[in-house]
């Protein structure tokens, strides 16, 4: 079988099965080994994390107002292949998707009720601003380097869909070259199967709320298998068929969801307050990236959050800037950094300033709260109570929950059999068809972590895992941009 030929698959899938054996085999004691190793780099490598972010917001914008943002992702008369707003559509999609609904309200109020710092700000501002933060520029700015390398890769110089291609030109060591391939396999898989654990058991706490039922892991294991089929049944049938359709309903019923909360709630406070927190995010992005000062929050709130999304955001860069490079040829590298820059992070930050503005102003009007959006899987749908039609509300959510983890899961597919299938722009369905098993399996193995103890949850495990497995990625990216940098230099002469 010429499956089992391939080097670059048979490596990939075999750390994997060796993963998900020991967690299936080994539950607890996985789970223990991974707790020691996720407070190890929390305590050496926690402010690398923010230093790197920094560093990549501040390399993008360098480059997209210099003259290097002129270059063309493909012939100097090609015209993009993607409409903006189909190109934008499925950026985010594959992108951000469902976090958004997991964290719209529980992220908001959290911070009102514990203030990351000490700040004049109202603590309804403040919020939003750091809330802005963990999900704005510094996210995309990831996405982003990759997308720039890859697609510079794929579409200036001709070279195949693979992280390697990056910096092969300055090693010519094959196994360095598969060994770094094999990473970016592993950090994409280990990412996303965070997203689904989340997002499955989101949609579990949303028809528990709704149906008043107590269903388990085993609601939980059922619904992923149904996400994973649908995502492999859009992947088998390519991007344009599949995965842009897809984006383009789950946008559409995104933006309706907003627009309903938005019109039904206190639109003016709303808008007021997505300008004041998206103008002091601005001001104050600079300290809040270095912690320092009055905007350090402190080693256990950088822990539970910005260590985390940093890297959550990390294991996503590969495929997801991949994704975004495979649709961006024909823009300028200037369109697609400013684009990818600044369009998801601004729209993001208006959804949550309508979410958690209507959160407080619901808070506002109980007189006190109890923790009543405290659940992360469970607090939208607490919330959209307060609003009429809620039960329909409650299900489009859901639906909108299956429909961004298909597409972020169908495009991973995509990019990692583009990876294992030589760096075919268009892989052989038999490699979607393994990589679907292989990521529902890995799935699987994290969500029996994050129900090994009755005091943690899937969260919990996905905090622990991610900051382990994106480590060697985020080192790689200060090689790779450098090399970048050189690269561009060395061609503009």
Request: overall charge positive.
């Amino acid at each position: 079988m010429k499956l089992l030929k391939n080097p670059l698959l048979t490596t990939s899938i075999g750390i994997l099965l060796v993963f998900i054996l020991w967690v299936f085999l080994f539950t607890e004691a996985a789970y223990e080994v991974i707790e020691v190793a996720s407070i190890w780099v929390r305590n050496y490598f926690g402010y690398f994390y923010l230093y790197l972010g920094l560093g990549c917001v501040l390399l993008l914008l360098g480059i997209a107002f210099s003259p290097w943002g002129k270059i063309k992702l493909g012939k100097k008369n090609a015209k993009p292949e993607h409409s903006l707003w189909a190109w934008t559509a499925m950026l985010y999609s594959a992108g951000m998707g469902a976090g958004i609904l997991l964290r719209a309200v529980q992220e908001p109020v959290f911070m009102q009720q514990n203030p990351p710092y000490t700040s004049a700000l109202s603590p309804e501002i403040l919020a939003l601003e750091f809330t802005f933060y963990q999900w704005g520029f510094t996210a995309w700015a990831f996405y982003g380097l990759f997308a720039m390398v890859i697609g510079y890769a794929l579409f200036a110089q001709k070279k195949k869909v693979r992280v390697s291609a990056a910096i092969e030109d300055v090693t010519p060591y094959s196994t360095a070259r598969m060994g770094i391939d094999v990473m970016t396999i592993i950090t994409t898989v280990f990412g996303l199967i965070a997203a689904i654990g989340l997002g499955t058991t989101q949609i579990n706490g949303g028809l528990n709320h709704i149906l008043k039922t107590d269903w388990g892991l085993t609601s939980v294991l059922t619904l992923t298998m149904l996400v994973s089929a649908i995502a492999f049944l859009s992947a088998w049938q390519g991007l344009n068929k599949g995965i842009k359709i897809i984006s383009k309903v789950n946008i559409i019923g995104t933006l309706l969801l907003m627009f309903f909360v938005f019109v039904t709630s206190d639109m003016w406070e709303i808008i007021s307050s997505f300008f004041k927190a998206s103008a002091q995010y601005v001001i104050d992005f600079v300290p809040m990236s270095l912690a320092i000062g009055n905007y350090n929050p402190g080693i256990a709130f950088l822990t539970d959050w910005t260590f985390y999304y940093w890297a959550f955001w990390l294991a996503w860069a590969p495929f997801t800037g991949i994704f975004i490079a495979r649709i961006s040829k024909g823009r300028t590298l200037r369109q697609l950094l400013l684009g990818v820059l600044i369009l998801p992070s601004f729209g993001t930050f208006f959804w949550f300033s309508v979410f958690g503005t209507s959160a407080f102003q619901v808070i506002e009007s109980w007189g006190s709260y109890t923790g009543e959006f405290s659940n992360v899987f469970s607090s939208l749908f607490v919330f959209l109570e307060n609003y009429p039609m809620a039960t329909a509300l409650n299900f489009m959510t859901i639906l909108l929950l299956i429909g961004f983890l298909v597409t972020s899961v169908d495009s991973a597919v995509f990019v990692l059999s583009m990876f294992t299938d030589n760096g075919k722009k268009n892989p052989k369905k038999k490699h979607r068809l393994v990589w679907s098993v292989f990521i529902l399996l890995s799935t699987i193995a994290l969500l029996l972590l994050g129900n090994v103890k009755p005091e943690i949850d899937v969260l919990t495990a996905v905090q622990k895992l991610l900051i382990i497995t994106s480590l060697p990625f985020a080192l790689f990216m200060v090689v790779m941009a450098g090399i970048f940098l050189y690269g561009l230099k060395t061609a503009q002469k």
